[in-house]
T-cell receptor, first 113, second 115 residues
Framework: NAGVTQTPKFQVLKTGQSMTLQCAQDMNHEYMSWYRQDPGMGLRLIHYSVGAGITDQGEVPNGYNVSRSTTEDFPLRLLSAAPSQTSVYFC????????????FGPGTRLLVL | GQQLNQSPQSMFIQEGEDVSMNCTSSSIFNTWLWYKQDPGEGPVLLIALYKAGELTSNGRLTAQFGITRKDSFLNISASIPSDVGIYFCAGPANAGGTSYGKLTFGQGTILTVHP
């Protein structure tokens, strides 16, 4: 049981490049989400999903797209990276009935030059 | 959206000391969560509180759900080096409802423990 996995661990992009951050969970959780963490600002919700085919925006969705084609996977896409998207990105998952107990992945550290 | 304010922002303590930190909100919350983030890793849930006045322990950690429902406290007794990390409070983004995991996080308290 791997829990929540994220790839890559580190990534450097140039402004304007696109990329996809991968997230997968093997706990059959309905709920999955993406957060970004910036110094002194805690974690801020980007997008979330309550099940396959259902996604919604969080607090800071601009510049990011998501889709949920399977229960296990929830990729985050940056269509045109900007320096303001330099951050650490965390994926999390939980059962809908126990959403307070979210399991976080190890994070992806992204630097946009 | 809801905002949570944590204090202090950072703490430097000696091993064996007790630690107290708190989290406040301008809105009423019906759930308070405390997470810990070890360096280089994702946050892990420590304690969940669901009722005003509730006091819950997890080993050396004790958390309380404030009576006003606008604050929560986390205490760590007899700190050890592995307590180092960032402690976050969190609650439902819409404060009173079932927001299916839309959590709002405080900015975190950075704890450093000197051996």
């Amino acid at each position: 049981n791997a829990g929540v996995t994220q790839t890559p661990k580190f990534q450097v992009l140039k402004t304007g490049q696109s990329m996809t951050l991968q997230c997968a969970q093997d706990m059959n959780h309905e709920y999955m989400s993406w957060y970004r963490q910036d110094p002194g600002m805690g974690l801020r919700l980007i997008h979330y999903s309550v099940g396959a085919g259902i996604t919604d925006q969080g607090e800071v969705p601009n510049g990011y797209n998501v889709s949920r084609s399977t229960t296990e996977d929830f990729p985050l896409r940056l269509l045109s990276a900007a320096p303001s998207q330099t951050s650490v990105y965390f994926c999390a998952s939980s059962y809908l009935g126990a959403w307070g107990t979210q399991y976080f992945g190890p994070g992806t550290r992204l630097l946009v030059l | 959206g809801q905002q949570l304010n944590q204090s202090p922002q950072s703490m430097f303590i000696q091993e064996g000391e007790d630690v107290s930190m708190n989290c406040t909100s301008s809105s009423i919350f019906n759930t308070w969560l405390w997470y810990k983030q070890d360096p280089g890793e994702g946050p892990v849930l420590l304690i969940a509180l669901y009722k005003a006045g509730e006091l819950t322990s997890n080993g050396r950690l004790t958390a309380q759900f404030g009576i006003t429902r606008k604050d929560s406290f986390l205490n760590i007794s007899a700190s050890i080096p592995s307590d180092v990390g960032i402690y976050f409070c969190a609650g439902p983004a819409n404060a009173g409802g079932t927001s299916y995991g839309k959590l709002t996080f405080g900015q975190g308290t950075i704890l450093t423990v000197h051996p």
